[in-house]
């Protein structure tokens, strides 16, 4: 039976209609994964909503409620704003649902393909806008957390880990370099989003409405075009395909730095395998310091060096409103600052991890960002601005490179069949962390206030704390191992999963040998490239801007 009479059957979402015919290039699937990822980051950059939204009713400032509502009844009021405290809650179920929901569907997401998931992903994220949007225009706030937070954090964690399984299958030869290109999209989301924002914000705003309801219209109608033109670009690889000319790595002894397996494992076992915990902990332990530095850098910077920002010789707690000002606008400099290192760390470390190995690079992360969490007590109690900013700029790059290094230590311990679903089961570190790191951040800051210390000196043990997290995960790091051959699947399980995942040999269904990736045209991949390439240039340039005040 031919190729196409096969495919007559199928639909135009099914995972057999997205296998690449011979002469496919595969540097067209990158910019695809780009294109959901940059869509759905912008879940990073969602504060930009949250001045507005607070005052949605009283237009110029907010109307707050009465003693009398709390939590619950903020859900469904309609006569006072809401409080910035809880329109934070959208973002914590970003993440805990990102997380989840990457655990629960992973499995589902390597039968299907990522084309269907990316499909779903965008009617998750796009439709949990609109639905959103419904919430800001009849001011019910529990519509919101249910849009946005459960519907489009559902999208979120499909979205996330839709290209992981398949740029790792393409890229054998450049896993983390493959991985990193993905998800260096998902921290620059919140570099276009958050300007796009704020401008449609300012073009709709009227004196009844702040327009942001017709600016979650707008930025859905946007990203679903976008994500859908990424989940509809996705290729997946015929099961033979490989690289011209590209041989698998030979076994690695145990201690080794890469630990390239060849085996590999069923997701459903990676529960009980002691590799996975380890690797679980690596994770948590180096975003629970990263994430708890991002919550805290504006205020951090500010108290610690005070007017000394814009060249006045007087602590924080001295400085009058319009000096708060001016630090303040330096601090938003910092942050974007930090946002491009963290950004350019996802590509950088992830690309070395190419050659150093994924071990070496987490004993990078943990042992060189130990130091310099040690050393910030010491360049503030010193005043040296430069040395506190470049330490923190570095620190931000091994957080962002922590996610993009991962998904690629998972494929070489436990091989690439499901690293997609094993990726998935491992992002609830992620969701942990994003409650351990701000919790210990926040609470160990207020308690030492409360004890009558200096705002300038708070972080010092805060520092000494993260330290010792990024410690743990060095010691969980060196303890990892190749994963014991037992736990890997037979060659009939293998087979019948791949059955199953409808994962095709190239041979049965073209009768070609291995593809070249070097037959598409050139001009094709330009133009995909140049359609994520340009916004992510825009968010660049913005952000520099930003960057700029806090040189000046």
């Known amino acids: 039976m031919s190729t196409d009479s096969l495919n007559a059957g199928r639909g135009w979402l099914d995972k057999q209609r997205t296998v690449a015919p011979p002469g496919f290039n595969r540097w067209l699937v990158p910019p695809a994964a780009l294109a959901i990822h940059l869509c759905i980051g912008m879940a990073y950059g969602f504060s930009v909503f949250w001045l507005p939204l607070s005052k949605a009713i009283g237009i110029t400032k907010p109307l707050a409620c009465g003693p009398e509502v709390g939590f619950w009844q903020e859900l469904f009021v309609s006569h006072c704003d809401w409080k910035i405290s809880t329109l934070g809650w959208m973002y914590t179920l970003f993440f805990v649902l990102l997380g989840s929901s990457a655990a629960l569907w992973g499995g589902w997401l390597e039968r299907v393909g990522p084309r269907k998931a990316g499909v779903v992903s965008a009617l998750c994220w796009c439709g949990g806008m609109l639905l959103s949007a419904a919430g800001v225009h009849w001011h019910q706030f529990w519509l919101m957390l249910l849009g946005s937070g459960v519907i489009g954090g559902i999208g979120l964690g499909l979205g996330y880990i839709s290209p992981v399984s398949t740029l790792i299958k393409w890229f054998p030869d450049r896993r983390g370099m493959a991985t990193g290109m993905?998800?260096?999209?998902?921290?620059?989301?919140?570099?276009?989003?958050?300007?796009?924002?704020?401008?449609?914000?300012?073009?709709?705003?009227?004196?009844?409405?702040?327009?942001?309801?017709?600016?979650?219209?707008?930025?859905?109608?946007?990203?679903?075009?976008?994500?859908?033109?990424?989940?509809?670009?996705?290729?997946?690889?015929?099961?033979?395909?490989?690289?011209?000319?590209?041989?698998?790595?030979?076994?690695?002894?145990?201690?080794?730095?890469?630990?390239?397996?060849?085996?590999?494992?069923?997701?459903?076992?990676?529960?009980?395998?002691?590799q996975f915990w380890l690797v679980w902990m690596v994770l948590c332990m180096n975003v629970s310091a990263g994430i708890g530095v991002i919550g805290m850098a504006s205020p951090m910077l500010q108290e610690v060096f005070g007017g000394r920002l814009v060249g006045v010789d007087a602590r924080f707690g001295d400085l009058d409103t319009a000096q708060l000002a001016?630090?303040?606008?330096?601090?938003?400099?910092?942050?974007?600052?930090?946002?491009?290192?963290?950004?350019?760390?996802?590509?950088?470390?992830?690309?070395?991890?190419?050659?150093?190995?994924?071990?070496?690079?987490?004993?990078?992360?943990?042992?060189?960002?130990?130091?310099?969490?040690?050393?910030?007590?010491?360049?503030?109690?010193?005043?040296?601005?430069?040395?506190?900013?470049?330490?923190?700029?570095?620190?931000?790059?091994?957080?962002?490179?922590?996610?993009?290094?991962?998904?690629?230590?998972?494929?070489?311990l436990f091989g690439t069949q499901m690293v997609g679903a094993i990726h998935g089961r491992l992002l609830t570190a992620w969701a942990t962390a994003g409650i351990l790191g701000p919790v210990v951040v926040n609470y160990m800051r207020d308690w030492q206030l409360a004890q009558g210390l200096p705002r300038e000196q708070v972080y010092n043990q805060t520092m000494v704390i993260l330290a010792g997290m990024l410690l743990v995960g060095l010691v969980c790091n060196l303890l990892v191992r190749p994963v014991n051959p037992k736990h890997f699947m037979s060659e009939a399980e293998l087979a019948a999963e791949r059955r199953q995942a409808h994962d095709r040999a190239q041979a049965a269904e073209t009768g070609a040998g291995t593809m070249s990736f070097h037959r598409s045209s050139t001009l094709l991949v330009a133009l995909a490239w140049a359609a994520v390439g340009l916004p992510l240039a825009w968010g660049v340039y913005r952000t520099a801007l930003s960057v700029a005040r806090f040189f000046h």
Not at 242 to 248: D, K, S, T, V
Request: with cysteine; net charge positive.
């Open 326 to 412: 001016a630090i303040a606008g330096v601090a938003a400099g910092f942050t974007a600052l930090l946002s491009l290192f963290n950004i350019g760390g996802r590509f950088f470390w992830a690309s070395l991890s190419d050659r150093i190995g994924r071990k070496a690079t987490y004993v990078v992360f943990f042992v060189l960002g130990a130091v310099l969490y040690l050393s910030v007590p010491y360049s503030a109690g010193a005043g040296s601005l430069l040395l506190f900013v470049a330490a923190f700029c570095v620190i931000l790059s091994m957080y962002g490179g922590g996610f993009a290094t991962v998904p690629a230590y998972l494929a070489d």
């Open 182 to 274: 993905a998800i260096m999209g998902f921290g620059g989301g919140a570099m276009i989003g958050s300007p796009l924002a704020a401008e449609l914000m300012k073009a709709f705003a009227t004196p009844s409405d702040v327009g942001v309801a017709a600016t979650f219209v707008v930025m859905a109608a946007i990203y679903f075009v976008f994500m859908m033109g990424g989940a509809l670009a996705y290729r997946i690889p015929a099961a033979d395909w490989a690289p011209a000319g590209w041989q698998p790595p030979p076994k690695a002894e145990p201690g080794t730095a890469a630990m390239v397996t060849h085996g590999h494992v069923h997701a459903r076992r990676v529960w009980r395998i002691p």
